[in-house]
């Protein structure tokens, strides 16, 4: 039965039913299929870089790496004892937050100090197993047995690929060094080569990205008044100590080639103490940053 209501009937379909065993040319545990952020070399690569996050959320099938933290203390304490700064990152968040958005990013580029030539896929599916579909209606014939999953998701280049990776890479570093081997993604982002591409002059489709997430996600301490209002005319080691110091960290030296977009960065993770008493905890959206921007 179809969903508009149609009937659909198969005739002549003949199976053989033969004495034995019954043999499956791929390995029966993933049906001939490796998931692809599971491939153990793209693992080493993308771990290596600092450049791979998981949101943690046992409700969502996604178990936490760290142990629960003990009751009291504020909320900040026990979101940030929650989270896990190694690779992959899982960023602070409440137990019942998940990101459902899936990003992967590449940028290239043979000229040095220009921007990066990138590739961005979004999809709300989970880069695994479950997402292989083909002929839903058929029963998704080929893949084990499982929930239909009928997941979309859109590939881009160029600018909006760029805010793709801004958005991906705020999600597997921290915004500045909190442990690992992440130098945090204000110095990671600090290049030319991070840099608005070329315009395209070409195309005919516009098309925009808006990020939202509830305000305690990522770098809570952000977001609960303890850091100044950004103000015009700051510049970026002035915005990085003050991160720093809501952090509890010693100030870390920053000298960045592209200033100006560093700023911008910045300024949009930080919720200023006048919209705090206006924030409610919620779960994370897809795709998320601080504010929109």
Request: aromatic share 4%.
């Amino acid at each position: 039965m179809l969903r508009m209501g149609q009937r659909r009937l198969f005739s002549q379909t003949t199976v053989a039913v033969a004495n034995g065993p019954e043999s499956f040319a791929g390995k029966a545990p993933n049906f001939g299929g490796t998931p692809l952020l599971g491939a153990t070399a793209l693992k080493a690569v993308l771990d290596g870089l600092a450049t791979r996050g998981v949101p943690a959320s046992p409700p969502f099938g996604v178990p936490h790496t760290t142990p629960l933290p003990a009751a009291g203390g504020s909320a900040v304490s026990f979101i940030r004892a929650l989270a896990s700064e190694t690779q992959p990152r899982r960023g602070p968040r409440l137990p019942t937050m998940m990101r459902f958005d899936s990003l992967l990013v590449t940028g290239t580029n043979a000229v040095a100090n220009t921007p990066l030539n990138w590739n961005a896929v979004l999809t709300g599916a989970r880069l695994t197993n479950e997402a292989r579909s083909i002929r839903p209606d058929l029963g998704n014939p080929g893949n084990r047995a499982g929930p239909d999953i009928l997941a979309t998701g859109v590939r881009y280049d160029g600018w909006l690929a760029r805010d793709l990776a801004l958005h991906a890479i705020k999600r597997a570093q921290p915004i500045v060094p909190l442990g690992g081997s992440t130098v945090g993604w204000v110095v990671e982002t600090g290049g030319n080569n991070w840099n608005p591409p070329p315009a395209d002059t070409t195309g005919t489709v516009a098309g925009v990205m808006l990020e939202t997430v509830a305000a305690i996600c990522d770098t809570p301490e952000l977001s609960v008044g303890l850091v100044p209002e950004p103000q015009q005319g700051d510049n970026v080691q002035a915005l990085v100590n003050a991160a720093t110091n809501a952090l509890g960290l010693p100030n870390v030296p920053v000298n960045v080639a592209n200033a100006g977009e560093i700023v911008l960065r910045v300024q949009r993770e930080i919720v200023p103490p006048s919209t705090v008493s206006a924030t409610r905890y919620g779960p994370c959206a897809a795709p998320s940053a601080r504010r929109a921007s």
